[in-house]
């Protein structure tokens, strides 16, 4: 169990330019979650895949952000025309649907600035 | 819908004081209640969680919860407080498939 891993861990871009970044989940897990975290807030919810499935994503903040997992195991989110307002922490976790574990594990984050 | 109330944004205490975090939920279902935990410059790390049975639920390094419905609460104690627990706590509710509703965090704070 490596664990999570997230990348990059820090990205800065210039307002409009498109970034996208990819999260490894847990190997054997086939849940995987989009988190973003904003400064003094806690994490909040964006979308999920179970295995290459899209299950979840009417949480996306805008039709800017889209998210893909498309062999069911690393996903990729990608933010179109980035705006100032999206400089966050962009969190991934993953989990396994099988037992009552509902541990949900995440990775280091990905910090976005936008210029 | 859920959501999740974390009262106190930061909690000042000394070394080997009891600290009280608290966390107040709301949801119209069934709910699994987690506490994660954020060292600094670090991911967050699962401190505890209650998913059913015993209301009291404890973590290995001293940490306890416990889970009142009557009072929609998840307050996270410990007893006596170490340097090392300065961190980011964050409570959250959710679990099934779905994602977690975090509160906005408390900042333990432990001063020597």
């Known amino acids: 169990d490596t664990g999570v891993s997230q990348d990059p861990r820090h990205k800065i871009t210039k307002r409009g330019q498109n970034v996208t970044f990819r999260c490894d989940p847990i190997s054997e897990h086939n849940r995987l979650y989009w988190y973003r975290q904003t400064l003094g807030q806690g994490p909040e919810f964006l979308t999920y895949?179970?295995?290459?499935?899209?299950?979840?994503k009417s949480r996306l903040l805008s039709d800017r952000f889209s998210a893909e997992r498309p062999k069911g195991s690393f996903s990729t989110l990608e933010i179109q025309r980035t705006e100032q307002g999206d400089s966050a922490m962009y969190l991934c976790a993953s989990k396994s649907s099988g037992g009552r574990t509902d541990t949900q594990y995440f990775g280091p984050g990905t910090r976005l600035t936008v210029l | 819908a859920q959501s999740v109330t974390q009262l106190d944004s930061q909690v000042p205490v000394f070394e080997e004081a009891p600290v009280e975090l608290r966390c107040n939920y709301s949801?119209?279902?069934?709910?699994?209640l987690f506490w994660y935990v954020q060292y600094p410059n670090q991911g967050l790390q699962l401190l505890l969680k209650?998913?059913?049975?015993?209301?009291l639920v404890e973590s290995i390094n001293g940490f306890e919860a416990e889970f009142n419905k009557s009072q929609t609460s998840f307050h996270l104690r410990k007893p006596s407080v170490h340097i090392s627990d300065t961190a980011e706590y964050f409570c959250?509710?959710?679990?099934?498939?779905?994602?977690?509703?975090f509160g906005k965090g408390t900042h333990l704070i432990i001063q020597p």
């Open positions: 959250a509710v959710g679990g099934g498939a779905d994602g977690l509703t």
């Open positions: 209650y998913l059913s049975g015993s209301t």
């Open positions: 949801s119209s279902v069934s709910v699994y």
């Open positions: 895949f179970q295995n290459e499935a899209q299950l979840e």
